[in-house]
Structures are given as C-alpha cells and as structure tokens.
C-alpha cells in the first residue's frame, strides 16, 4: 500500500469513526435524549457501516459478497431514519407509529435477509447475477432518492409556511438551515456514489471521503447552531407567538409607529404585558430591539414617500417628524442605519 493509499485510508476512516462517536454521544450520552437525537445517531450508525463497507471494498481483497449485499441494505433503512428524523425536527409531538413505520422497513428486512444466503460461488457463477444485482442497485439508490425528496418536500412546506407568516423565531431559522444542511450533505454522500455507478471515472472511495468531509462539517454546524438540542416543539403555537400577534396588530396594522411618544413603556403598559417580556418576543420574532423595530416600519414609509416622482415638495423635516421622529437627527440616523445613506442621499439617487 503507497502513501497516497494510506492517506485516503485515514480520511476515509477518519470521518467514519468520528460519526461513530457523534452517534454514541446523540443516543447514550446527551442528557437531552429526544426522538430526534436518537434518529439522528442511528442515521449515522448505519451510514458508518454502510461507508465501513465502501472502505473495505475498494482497500480489501476478496470481500466477501455478503458484506457487500449487507450495506448496500443498510441504505434502505437509512432513507426512512432520515425522513423521521426530518419529521420529528419539523412537527411538533411528531411521533412514530409502529404499523407505519414497520411497513417502511420491509424492503430492508427482506434485502437483508437474502443477504445472508449470498454466497461466493454463487455471485461468480451465476450468469443472471449480473442484471439482478445491477436492478437491486438502481433500486436501492432511487428508494434513498425518493426519501430525499419526501424529506425535502416536507421541510419546505414548513420553511414557506413560516417564511409566509414572518414570524421565524431565531430558533425556528437555526432550525430550519441545520435541516436544509443536512439533506444537502445527504444528496453530496448520494451523488458520490451514483457517479461511480454511472461512470467509474469517478473513484468509489470518493464516496467515503465526501462523507467524511460531510460529517465534519454538519457535526461542527450542529454545536453551532446547538441543532441537538432543538427539535419540532420549536414550532408549535406559544403564548410568546400569540403576543408577538398583538404587538404586530397594534404597532403595524393600527400605525402605532407613527407615534413620536411611543416607548416601550408606552406599548407594555398598553397591552398589559412587561416591559422585559414584550422586549425579549420583539427580540426573538422580529430579530431586532425595539428601537429598530419601530424605526424599521418608520423608514420603509420615510422610503415610500422619497421614491415619488415630486417628492421634493416635502422636506427631510416634515417627513421625518410625519413618521414619528422627535428630531431631524434622529430620522437621519436611523435612516443611515437601514440605508447605508442619508434621506437625502436616498433622494437624490432614486430621482
């Protein structure tokens, strides 16, 4: 074995040993031990054994073809493992029902199972093996394929939903990318391995080495994001949601922006609420502090009235203290913020 063998060898093996570890620590050692860690770490259990098998193959002489029938299997309980796991991060109280879930599994549990009988001299004898192992294999990747796609299909209902409502919460977007990051990493480990079907220019052992470099990656953005410790009851419908409503309807809908004596005073002791609690729901749903919640609403109107063809019947004065600024320099100062200009500047450029 030459060098460059063995450094494939340690990359390969390197990012297989890492989602081995990354497994053990989702499912015996985080406190928090959800469905959705759970589903995760078996996701890269059978991936490392199905990655194990491509190393194997392509550095080992003479494998035994049952262990290659074998991980080929273990793809086909992989696609269901990911579309639960995406459920289970998207929905929340998703649980899996064991009928449902049995049903899915069929098609492992029976390649499995006749992969136990494959013998050598059988594979190498038999002039039909061929064109049936060729048909199981496009049938093992189109049915990983299939739940990409079902997975992907779900999550983007859920991503437009939110993004329809604009009320992602920051947890909701950590969220939602850390999903949208670990099909795509699917969908690289995928197109790896099909292009070295498709055409065997392409090395088998990139396919291993793309997950390796996946696996790192996603397992870094996971402690990023803190992905493992979320899961879908992110989405469901809090007392936090409800009073973001309310703020929305009262300051936007019924132009309380425009108030040039609004504080957040003024709006906790209108609605009932804290000053701290309505502050952090601004925080977590809008994305900003108050202040730039309000001045947000203020400089898109301040914009609207800029962009007019005779705009310049209006001056800067008048428009800033119409939009409830209480002096000049504060509306020239929130303007540049949003803008990266002067109102005047915007003016100018726009006529």
């Avoid at 939110?162 to 990051?181: E, F, P």
């Avoid at 504060?330 to 003016?347: D, I, L, Q, V, W």
Wanted: charged share 20%.
């Amino acid at each position: 074995m030459n060098f460059s063998d063995i450094l494939l060898v340690i990359l390969s093996s390197a990012g297989l040993l890492h989602g081995v570890l990354f497994a053990f620590y989702l499912i015996a050692v985080k406190k928090k031990k959800t469905l959705s860690n759970r589903l995760l770490g078996l996701i890269l259990i059978f991936m490392a054994f199905r990655i194990g098998k491509s190393v194997m193959l392509y550095f080992g002489n003479d494998l035994e073809p049952v262990f290659i029938f074998i991980g080929l299997a273990f793809l086909l309980v992989i696609g269901p493992l990911l579309k639960w796991y995406v459920f289970s991060m998207i929905h929340p109280g998703f649980r899996l029902h064991r009928r449902s879930a049995a049903l899915e599994m069929i098609p492992f549990g029976l390649f499995f199972c006749a992969s136990l009988f494959v013998t050598k001299q059988w594979f190498e004898s038999s002039d039909w093996v061929v064109p049936v192992f060729s048909a199981g294999l496009i049938f093992i990747y189109l049915h990983l394929l299939f739940y990409i796609f079902h997975s992907w299909k779900a999550y983007r209902k859920v991503e437009k939903i939110k993004i329809a409502q604009g009320t992602q919460t920051r947890s909701q977007k950590a969220l939602l990318y850390w999903i949208r990051l670990v099909l795509l990493g699917i969908v690289v480990i995928w197109i790896s391995y099909v292009l070295n079907i498709v055409d065997e220019a392409v090395p088998y052992i990139v396919g291993p080495i793309m997950y390796s470099l996946v696996i790192y990656y996603l397992s870094f953005k996971a402690f990023k994001l803190r992905a493992t410790d979320m899961d879908g009851s992110v989405f469901e419908t809090s007392n936090d949601e409800l009073l973001f409503a309310r703020i929305e309807k009262i300051v936007h809908d019924e132009n309380m922006y425009l108030d040039s004596d609004l504080t957040l005073a003024k709006l906790s002791k209108q609605l009932g609420n804290s000053k701290q609690q309505i502050s952090s729901v601004i925080n977590e749903y809008a994305q900003r502090n108050f202040n730039d919640y309000i001045n947000y609403f203020r400089i898109r109107d301040a914009k609207k009235i800029l962009e007019e063809e005779h705009s310049e019947k209006y001056t800067i004065s008048s428009i800033a203290f119409d939009m409830g600024f209480s002096s000049l320099s504060s509306f020239n100062s929130a303007f540049k913020k949003f803008e990266g200009m002067t109102p005047s500047a915007y003016r100018k450029n726009r006529s």
